[in-house]
């Protein structure tokens, strides 16, 4: 059997996680894509995020988005309007359909991680979390790497390319 590179792993180990959180978030007509952003807004503990802010914490382009929460405002959990404040900007306003499945989703996202760290002890636990969080941290630390694998020119997102600037 050929030996398999660590990234096949966190692919799988992604691939799985969707999967699994798509097919429970099915019967509230939301994507586990679309739930990460209502989450997001609510441990923030704001029922009002500037779209831009979101586009920042997840890394995805201002069109994927737009997608994202159009979808989200015809099934009733945002609704996204021009901020009065400042035309430029949009913000996104959770409705209370979205804070009724904040509690669902903070359950499901806790069975999620005991799938991960089921098989693991606590001091395994620890381990894992400190191990992930040094291989996320370095993906964007040196510029070199950034741009000999391509992923500058993909990334579009400021924050992440200031990040890849990082000496």
């Known amino acids: 059997m050929k030996k398999k590179g660590i990234g096949f792993y966190f692919k799988r180990i992604d691939e799985i996680m969707s999967m699994a959180a798509n097919a429970h978030l099915k ?6 894509s679309q739930a990460n952003i209502l989450f997001y807004m609510l441990e923030k503990g704001k029922n009002v995020v500037m779209q831009k802010e979101i586009e920042q914490e997840f890394g995805l382009r201002h069109s994927t988005i737009i997608g994202l929460l159009k979808r989200m405002e015809k099934n009733n959990f945002v609704r996204v309007e021009v901020n009065p404040e400042d035309h430029r900007c949009r913000q996104v306003i959770l409705f209370d359909k979205a804070f009724e499945l ?3 989703m903070k359950e499901h996202r806790k069975y999620m991680d005991s799938l ?3 098989a693991l002890n606590d001091e395994e636990e620890k381990e894992l979390k400190k191990l992930l969080t040094k291989v996320y941290e370095h993906m964007y630390q040196d510029n070199d790497k950034c741009e000999k694998y391509g ?3 993909e990334l579009d ?3 992440i390319i ?5 000496v």
């Open 157 to 159: 997102d400021k924050d």
């Open 27 to 32: 019967k509230y007509d939301i994507t586990c």
């Open 116 to 118: 991960i760290t089921g």
């Open 102 to 104: 904040g509690s669902e």
């Open 151 to 153: 992923i500058k020119e």
């Open 162 to 166: 200031k990040k890849c600037k990082r």
